[in-house]
């Protein structure tokens, strides 16, 4: 399988959310359909104790020619992921840069201090603007919601892999997708995640200014 | 599912260092496996035991790590190849046997793989197992990135056969738990049949008793063993330079600081300026090498996690070789250059190199980071950690923190390692006063209880789950009994080893590899030991609350209260929704209640959240997960639960 060069080398990308998103299952997917097409991918992710309601961020590092190091220098983010919206900004003050494009899901999950009534949680529309501000595009989707329809909330991490295949700059494809869930996955689980994958590539297509890849060979 | 048993050596994998590792030792025809579960090093035997009946191994997760090092000692002794894996501090559990077992010497390959927790992103320490290699005089290797975690361990098996010793593999959480691109090998066709041969002369390593004793023959013996590996080093594959021939500066490094170096110096484009001396093999230093490198240039970087221990190896070489290799400086943990607490990362390593060499790096163009100040969103609210929504620890620590203010003799509670350690937070209502090692508490709570005849009037309490309970915390409740201290145990039992993933422990009636094994039961063993017991549900808030301040009050020796409720994310639970939740708004009175918002104030479960505009409580239906506690702690009633159909 030849694989093409990247527009940058290493892709530095990072998916970020809370704890029981499926941040860790996504990121997974992402890159073995990644190694599938040849290229090396690094995925660096904090879990374990963090995985309780807390921040859990995975950096993936693709490049055509080595092994990178499990954690992206600070401001050198290409694509940001963001499970959860203010999750977005948190990763965009650390990693951010001019030229960064940032995925973002649009609900909230609230932190234990925001319920409690100690620390106050932003609107979206204002992490909206400052995702704008900190970003060369920004695309916000609803993805929870459209996982709720689907069945499970949890299928928000697949909706939201299937709107950044529009958004990557190599090649994966919805071929490429069921083939590593068929590894990943119990077979029965594959109808539903294809299901997710089309629908988060379609939500990208009606987005304002976007025009939809072929999602489908 | 699994494809760490895939044939084809073509095919290159997504690999989690920890498959990589497991991988590396089905290579090498491993036969035996055990451990005791701990992050970051978990996955490395849960993936053996899934595919153990394909590939014909006895997978254990042991009661604790210096059983699990007995149990593969056996199988090395008995000529098959052994793998131990463990956490950090785990060598710190197994130790005792690890001196033991350097002096007897093993037989079949052994190989013991420490994960050690740079930061501790997931430890209660950031303990070094490193000098466990040194102390004991047992030869280190640390893989530098995914690739070289299969290679090497493998590699490590083929070691222990020669020099006849056991041969520490130190990964760490970026090796470990990242994941990167590996390709396989060939699997070992190897045939072994067990059988411990202990007829020979009393001295025979191969065919006499695996003793520690005569130490002083076994001693020098295993020293030449370390002297051989020695040797062996100098011609690694796995130590490698990367770089120019006269470097200004010489990087020496291992593991994941390798990676972070080789990042560092790309991005500040020096590649021209820095030689990066890559070790695999870190103990024993092989010297004739380090000499080749340390000839290179006067000025040398140790980039390493945690303590300084390859920079004061390197640096002992380096003076006995003064006189043929000149005077260096050196830069590292020890001058400042570089940290010596929490772990490195790239940014870490450019900022060394920035001293060192007097660059001046801007990540970032002044511009972007104004525009980071302007943001309006530079306080985005911290993500405590808290227990996940329907966990039974939130429910326990409400009845115990509950019961203590109700007592309010200053009463406390001495923590313990598992998810209940955050009882410490504000999500487990700050209960927990003490937190070490595995066990401590009860440990702790045990000397407390006997400080009365000093004037100590505080009723003394601990808390350990199930898999604690039988690793460390047995002990430590037989001293409590014994020596009549006056405390309380509470064991919070939700049925596995949840923090790490749901491994099976002694109290479980299926095993690692899902045989049925008989289990044993935490109540009856207390008993035993002679403490008074009673079990509850903890989701019964009132009743559980009850049973502490009773058992609290009583002052006749040790008390175990055992709180059963299986984990939220367990599979029984997983998915299942015992009640459908709701807020009535007819009757939450908000902001007028006298509660104070007890609810999502103090209460704080993530599926139990305020909304700002009605300002009443709310139930996220995402995150809740239908335990149904939240209703009894709502003075009106306004949290009403339902049963579900299912």
């Known amino acids: ?217 | 599912m699994s494809d760490l048993i895939d044939q084809n050596e073509e095919v290159q994998h997504l690999l989690m260092g920890n498959d990589a590792i497991a991988r590396g030792a089905l290579e090498a025809g491993v036969s035996v496996a055990s451990g005791y579960p701990g992050t970051p090093s978990s996955e490395i035997i849960e993936s053996l035991s899934r595919i153990a009946r394909e590939r014909n191994l006895y997978i254990e997760w042991s009661t604790n790590e210096k059983v699990a090092l007995e149990v593969a000692a056996a199988a090395s002794f008995a000529n098959l190849r052994s793998l131990c894996a463990m956490k950090q501090n785990g060598v710190n559990v197994a130790s005792d046997f690890l001196l033991h077992l350097g002096l007897s010497g093993t037989r079949g390959g052994m190989v013991l793989v420490t994960c050690d927790d740079p930061g501790a992103l997931s430890s209660s320490n950031e303990g070094e197992s490193r000098h466990f290699a040194r102390m004991f005089e047992i030869p280190l290797l640390e893989p530098g990135d995914f690739q070289e975690a299969k290679e090497m361990t493998k590699w490590a098996f083929q070691l222990s056969e020669e020099i006849k010793n056991v041969v520490i593999v130190r990964s760490v959480t970026r090796v470990s738990h990242a994941s990167g691109t590996v390709k396989f090998g060939k699997f070992s066709e190897a045939e072994r049949h067990a059988e411990f041969k202990y007829d020979g002369l009393a001295l025979d390593a191969d065919i006499g008793p695996a003793e520690s004793t005569p130490v002083g023959y076994k001693h020098r013996q295993q020293q030449e063993k370390i002297k051989k590996a020695r040797e062996i080093f100098e011609e690694s594959a796995f130590n490698t330079y990367l770089g120019p021939e006269k470097p200004e500066l010489l990087i020496i490094t291992s593991s994941a600081g390798n990676l972070y170096s080789l990042e560092a110096i790309r991005v500040l484009g020096i590649a021209d300026r820095i030689g990066v001396l890559k070790l695999g093999t870190t103990w024993p230093l092989p010297p004739k090498l380090l000499k080749r490198y340390l000839f290179m240039t006067d000025k040398i970087m140790i980039v390493e996690e945690v303590l300084p221990f390859l920079e004061e190896n390197v640096k002992i070489l380096a003076a006995e070789q003064a006189k043929e290799i000149g005077v260096k400086t050196f830069y590292g943990k020890n001058d400042g250059t570089i940290p010596m607490a929490g772990e490195l990362s790239p940014d870490l390593v450019i900022s060394a190199l920035d001293k060192v060499m007097g660059i001046d790096y801007i990540a970032m163009s002044p511009a972007y980071e104004r525009k980071l100040e302007l943001s309006t969103l530079t306080a985005i609210p911290d993500r405590e950690r808290t227990f996940c929504s329907g966990c039974p620890h939130r429910a326990s620590f409400w009845s115990i923190h509950n019961a203590l203010q109700m007592d309010n003799r200053k009463g406390f509670v001495c923590g313990d390692i598992g998810c209940y350690a955050m009882a410490r937070l504000p999500c487990g209502f700050s209960t927990t006063k003490t937190l070490h090692a595995m066990g401590s508490g009860a440990g702790l709570a045990s000397g407390f209880g006997k400080l009365v005849q000093f004037g100590m009037d505080q009723p003394v309490l601990a808390v350990c789950g199930d898999s604690t309970f039988f690793h460390a915390v047995i002990p430590a409740l037989i001293n409590a009994v014994h020596h009549n201290s006056n405390i309380t145990l509470v064991v919070l039992d939700n049925s596995g080893t949840a923090m790490t993933g749901f491994q099976s422990h002694p109290g479980l009636t299926v095993n690692a590899m899902g045989d049925k094994v008989p289990s044993i039961d935490i109540a009856r063993i207390c008993e035993a030991i002679g403490a008074k017991v009673e079990i509850k549900d903890p989701f019964d808030l009132e009743e559980t609350r009850k049973t502490v301040n009773r058992l609290m009050g009583n002052d006749e020796g040790v008390k175990v209260l055992i709180l059963q409720q299986a984990c939220a994310l367990s599979p029984e639970r997983k998915h299942k929704t015992k009640y459908s939740m709701r807020i009535d708004e007819t009757l939450c009175l908000g902001e007028k209640c006298g509660c104070n918002r007890l609810c999502t104030r103090i209460f704080r479960c993530p599926g139990l959240v305020w909304d700002k505009e009605k300002k009443k409580a709310k139930i996220d239906e995402v995150i809740c997960v239908g335990c149904g506690v939240c209703s009894s702690i709502c003075p009106v009633e306004a949290i009403k639960k339902e049963e579900t159909a299912t």
């Open chain 1, 1 to 217: 399988m030849g694989k093409m060069q990247l527009i940058k080398d290493p892709y530095n990308l990072i998916i970020t959310g809370v704890g029981g998103q499926g941040n860790v299952l996504g990121s997974r997917v992402l890159s073995d359909m990644l190694v599938t097409k040849g290229y090396y991918a690094t995925i660096g992710e904090t879990f374990g104790a963090s995985q309780r309601g807390g921040s859990v961020m995975s950096h993936i590092r693709v490049s055509a020619k080595c092994t990178w190091s499990p954690q992206i220098p600070k401001r050198k983010a290409d694509l940001i992921i963001a499970l959860e919206p203010v999750e977005a900004l948190r990763v965009l003050m650390i990693y951010g840069n001019h030229k960064v494009k940032v995925l973002a899901n649009t609900r909230p999950i609230y932190p234990v201090g925001v319920i409690a009534g100690e620390l106050d949680y932003p609107s979206l529309s204002e992490i909206k603007a400052s995702v704008k501000e900190l970003s060369s595009t920004s695309l916000f989707i609803d993805a929870t919601d459209e996982a709720i329809k689907l069945g499970n909330s949890i299928l928000a991490n697949i909706i939201m892999i299937g709107a950044a295949s529009q958004m990557l700059e190599f090649p994966i494809d919805r071929e490429n997708f069921k083939d590593t869930i068929l590894k990943t996955l119990p077979a029965s689980k594959l109808d539903v995640n294809l299901k997710a994958f089309d629908l988060g590539a379609s939500i990208m297509g009606q987005l304002p200014g976007r025009r939809q890849r072929k999602i489908s060979e």
